[in-house]
């Protein structure tokens, strides 16, 4: 079994939209993303590899989860095509590139993005994804390679409020 866990980044500041690459989270986001990472690793769900847009508010996102999960900061893979914006097939391509000895990936970027990307790859996610939201699909597939459209099991949602 394969799992792919995408993580909409948390919430950044309401400014900087000039230049919208380097906005920061928020300190609500800061504290979202910590009571997301630690809610993870109390449920054992822990990555074998981070990969993130390159935007800092994405960046500092994964980083919190990182430090929640003891992994350490310098192993997180920057993909600068997830902030440019990949298409459905490109993002599954991304995936099917996987080394196969990975068995959970997380990947932390954006809105509408990872919202289309979660409704593809899953068999019945019909949620919203606010920010810090949190997604695992589960495949039965024995190499990434094998991964489709459709073919994941929608495993968990989780997101901030629900752990306020």
């Not at 993870?40 to 500092?60: E, G, M």
């Not at 991304?94 to 954006?110: Q, S």
């Not at 991964?147 to 099991?153: H, N, Q, T």
């Given at each position: 079994?394969?799992?792919?866990?995408?993580?909409?980044?948390?919430?950044?500041?309401?400014?900087?939209?000039?230049?919208?690459?380097?906005?920061?989270?928020?300190?609500?986001?800061?504290?979202?993303?910590?009571?997301?990472?630690?809610?993870?690793?109390?449920?054992?769900?822990?990555?074998?590899?981070?990969?993130?847009?390159?935007?800092?508010?994405?960046?500092?996102?994964?980083?919190?989860?990182?430090?929640?999960?003891?992994?350490d900061k310098s192993e997180i893979v920057e993909v600068e095509e997830i902030y440019d914006g990949l298409t459905?097939?490109?993002?599954?391509?991304?995936?099917?590139?996987?080394?196969?000895?990975?068995?959970?990936?997380?990947?932390?970027?954006?809105?509408?993005?990872?919202?289309?990307?979660?409704?593809?790859?899953?068999?019945?996610?019909?949620?919203?994804?606010?920010?810090?939201?949190?997604?695992?699909?589960?495949?039965?597939?024995?190499?990434?390679?094998?991964?489709?459209?459709?073919?994941?099991?929608?495993?968990?949602?989780?997101?901030?409020?629900?752990?306020?």
């Amino acid at each position: 079994m394969k799992r792919v866990v995408i993580v909409r980044h948390a919430k950044a500041v309401h400014y900087g939209y000039d230049d919208d690459f380097t906005r920061d989270l928020a300190e609500r986001g800061v504290n979202d993303a910590n009571i997301l990472g630690k809610e993870l690793k109390k449920r054992k769900i822990i990555p074998d590899r981070l990969i993130s847009s390159p935007a800092n508010r994405a960046l500092q996102t994964a980083r919190i989860y990182a430090d929640n999960f003891g992994i350490d900061k310098s192993e997180i893979v920057e993909v600068e095509e997830i902030y440019d914006g990949l298409t459905i097939s490109e993002f599954i391509d991304l995936i099917r590139e996987l080394p196969d000895e990975l068995e959970t990936v997380f990947f932390f970027g954006h809105n509408p993005g990872f919202h289309y990307y979660v409704n593809n790859l899953s068999d019945k996610f019909n949620g919203h994804m606010p920010t810090c939201s949190t997604v695992g699909i589960d495949f039965n597939i024995n190499t990434w390679k094998e991964l489709g459209s459709e073919a994941g099991k929608h495993k968990f949602h989780y997101y901030p409020k629900m752990f306020k």
